[in-house]
């Protein structure tokens, strides 16, 4: 079954001001099409890549639970990871709950999107799947791709960037009940070079996601963040590798 393809594009804008400072490009495709999405991809997203995620090199969690990889993901590619926990822990929610899982097996429509890979990050049946977007050069682009949202109805989804909010499942979805398994291709448009960014996706309910093969773009040459970060961002990636021996202890 082909699905049609979907796009939607939507500007948020500032109330007051009319100024508009982010945009979401939003595409819909289905499981058998990520071939085809990762070429629309590609030949879209043709700014500079900064820094990109795909997983591959983590340790997934079983189906069932067991030891692996799992949020908070600090110094990815594409900056650190967190999870807020909450919603309703369905049938596919594994040890810890609390937390998001790198997975590498398709269960319950959601899936690794990398050609040649296995693994992405499950939101693991929780509220939100956060990240800390940087890259260690300015960027004004972000792109990845979601599975399986909002395929249960009757769910909020938000996309909340830059400090605005993408009503995701009222604005694009229009509140319609989504395929298992669905594959969403995700554009943000940033108006200005940031050296981070806060980014959070969120869901209101037991409605598992994934993410896979985060992009960080930049519409100029990259730009590398100014001396200072990068000894944040040092402090920080220090932070996950305390944070992963506790772990490991
Ligand atoms: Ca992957
Ligand atoms: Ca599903
Ligand atoms: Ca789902």
Redesign the pocket.
């Known amino acids: 079954m082909i699905k049609k393809f979907a796009t939607v594009a939507v500007a948020a804008t500032l109330l007051g001001t009319g100024a508009s400072a982010a945009t979401l490009d939003w595409r819909a495709f289905d499981q058998s099409q990520v071939a085809s999405a990762t070429s629309y991809r590609d030949a879209r997203d043709t700014d500079h890549v900064v820094a990109f995620e795909?997983?591959?090199s983590y340790t997934p969690v079983p189906d069932g639970g067991g030891p692996g990889d799992v949020t908070p993901l600090t110094s990815t590619s594409v900056g650190d990871f967190t999870t807020t926990p909450g919603g309703r822990c369905g049938r596919s929610c594994d040890t810890p709950d609390d937390q998001s899982l790198i997975r590498n097996t398709s269960n319950y429509g959601r899936y690794?999107?990398?050609f040649g890979?296995?693994?992405?990050l499950d939101s693991n049946d929780n509220s939100a799947i956060n990240l800390a977007a940087a890259g260690g050069s300015m960027f004004d682009s972000i792109s990845f791709f979601l599975t399986d949202v909002d395929d249960v109805g009757r769910v909020a989804f938000e996309i909340n960037v830059a400090g605005e909010m993408f009503d995701v499942a009222e604005d694009i979805l229009r509140s319609s009940r989504q395929g298992d398994g669905d594959l969403f291709l995700v554009r943000i448009g940033l108006d200005r070079l940031v050296s981070s960014v806060d980014l959070s996706l969120f869901l209101d309910s037991g409605d598992g996601f994934g993410i896979?093969?985060v992009r960080l773009g930049s519409s100029v040459a990259p730009i590398p963040v100014p001396a200072s970060l990068p000894l944040l961002a040092g402090g920080l990636g220090l932070m996950g590798w305390i944070a992963r021996r506790r772990r490991k202890s």
């Open positions: 795909d997983f591959e690794n999107t990398t890979g296995s693994n992405w896979d093969d």
